[in-house]
């Protein structure tokens, strides 16, 4: 998820921009599978079977599947980012650098490097002050075909071989350039130049003036000839689980949650809009338990999208609006079921033909005055879908299950201010336009009337024993507003009696 902001989102919007703006740009993401797999303590978690320690210092392409069910470890993590990286951004050109040093043109690149090695060692050696590196160097790592790991120290070049001697099991030998890959600091502009890289957003760790980037600058200017890109740096996201911030997502250290676990309780879209609204400046934390708030300031923005007016901030939450749609939005506002709203409704309506059920529920509370057409149908099922989904997963308190008739044990429970507080609010509660607001204020105003015989937590909890039978509910006037109000106002006169 974290990797979707800059390298995903970023790229898109800007990538979208430039071709509304009569250019054809590529949008390109780099896996950069001929990295070494370093057997961070979470990697080697992955592995169950076996002991994965063995396979510390390969490329990852050539680390296996942990779980069996993919070719490699590369194919295996791949599956929860790239089949659905489609409905975030459409058509990105994917780019390994395994087929990278495919490329003739990186090969020649390789060689060059090779031929001019002291020139090159001077300039990274510029940014080595405390560990340069010797005379001799060779900024590529070979492939050991010995022990089958990267990172062998090259000797020589030559054609498409390079001799090595590996410093991890001893072996001296030839590998083939296709197999190995430069250092990194030439590697980076390499790609830069093979790609033809204009515009790269690239996280903030490497924007410190005289850090990675600029030595690549550098590199790029002096030793390869070309124009760097234009860089763009961006802040990292975090994760947090019900508040509490767990720090940086990182896929290595498998923190943080995938695209794949996201499209399950949202649409693509409601991430595309905190990204945009976001400065890219800014640290964003992620939370599946407020998936829900997410939802509503996606709603905000659509209302303001639609606004004949709007003042302050409301013009970047309307713009931030738009860049997140990946279709033209409609000409008039759409019907939209507030995600908590949906959350409740899907608990509460039959398996079968819930579609339905809720959408004649919608009209009969009025939160739906007209009959949908198709595709604010079709936001309703999905929003009852996913809300459904993250409740499961993610949010567990907001399970409800009506109670279908009041057991003794609930009866049992209520006293006589119990039930007079219940009469009251049951009187209110018939003769109000059934809306979540009217609910709530209505129960302002009683709580605060100094009327009601029991205390306001009491009363709360009197409200979800007779509805639910158990002491504790979600909000409750999001709740109520999507019940029947005739069933609500029966069930607490009973309740009272
Ligand atoms: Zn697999
Ligand atoms: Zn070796």
């Not at 010995?146 to 020589?156: E, F, N, P, R, V």
């Not at 709580?447 to 509805?467: A, H, M, Q």
């Not at 039978?469 to 069933?487: H, I, N, S």
Request: hydrophobic share 35%.
């Amino acid at each position: 998820m974290g990797r979707l902001r800059g390298e995903i989102t970023l790229s898109q919007f800007l990538t979208r921009s430039l071709r509304e703006d009569g250019r054809k740009p590529i949008q390109s993401l780099v896996l950069y599978t001929q990295d070494e797999w370093k057997g961070k303590e979470g990697q080697i978690g992955q592995f169950t079977k076996e002991d994965g320690r063995k396979y510390v210092g390969r490329r990852l392409i050539d680390v296996p599947d942990p779980f069996g069910c993919h070719a490699n470890w590369v194919e295996h993590y791949w599956q929860d980012f790239g089949s659905v990286l489609d409905r975030f951004a459409p058509n990105v050109r994917i780019v390994s650098t395994t087929e990278a040093y495919r490329n003739p043109e990186m090969q020649a690149l390789v060689r060059d490097l090779a031929a001019r090695a002291e020139e090159v060692r001077a300039v990274v050696n510029k940014y080595r002050a405390r560990h340069p590196y010797p005379p001799g160097w060779i900024p590529f790592e070979a492939f050991c075909e010995q022990c089958q790991t990267i990172g062998a120290k090259t000797t020589s070049i030559e054609g498409m071989n390079a001799s090595y001697r590996c410093e991890r099991c001893g072996h001296v030998g030839k590998s083939s350039i296709e197999k190995g890959k430069l250092n990194w600091r030439l590697e980076w502009p390499a790609l830069w130049k093979v790609y033809r890289v204009d515009i790269e957003p690239f996280g903030k760790d490497h924007a410190t003036p005289g850090g990675s980037r600029d030595s690549c600058k550098e590199i790029a200017e002096v030793i390869m000839h070309f124009r760097p890109p234009m860089g763009i740096p961006y802040e990292w996201v975090g994760i947090s689980d019900r508040g509490k911030d767990l720090g940086d997502m990182g896929s290595s250290d498998f923190l943080g949650f995938t695209p794949v676990q996201w499209v399950e309780v949202a649409d693509p879209e409601v991430l595309r809009y905190t990204y945009a609204f976001n400065p890219i400046f800014r640290r964003v934390v992620l939370d599946l338990y407020r998936v829900d708030t997410y939802h509503d300031l996606y709603d905000r923005a659509e209302d303001l999208f639609y606004a004949d007016e709007r003042e302050g901030d409301e013009e970047d939450q309307a713009r931030s609006f738009e860049l997140a749609q990946l279709s033209a939005p409609p000409k008039t506002k759409p019907f939209a079921l507030s995600y908590r709203h949906a959350a409740f409704l899907s608990q509460i309506s039959p398996d079968s033909g819930r579609v339905e059920w809720c959408i004649k529920r919608l009209r009969d509370t009025g939160i739906l005055t007209r009959a949908p057409n198709g595709l604010e149908r079709d936001r309703i099922a999905r929003r009852l879908a996913q809300s459904r989904a993250w409740v499961e997963r993610h949010a567990p308190e907001n399970r409800v299950k009506l109670l279908e008739q009041m057991p003794p044990e609930v009866t049992r429970q209520l006293e006589l201010g119990d039930r007079n507080a219940l009469r009251m609010f049951a009187t209110r509660a018939a003769s109000l336009r059934w809306t979540e607001d009217a609910i709530k204020e209505a129960m302002v105003t009683l709580t605060k009337s100094g009327t009601l015989p029991v205390e306001t937590n009491r009363f709360f909890r009197d409200l979800y024993l007779v509805l639910l039978g158990t002491e504790r509910g979600p909000r409750a006037a999001p709740f109520l507003a999507v019940l029947e109000k005739d069933w609500v106002v029966r069930r607490l006169t009973e309740a009272a009696q």
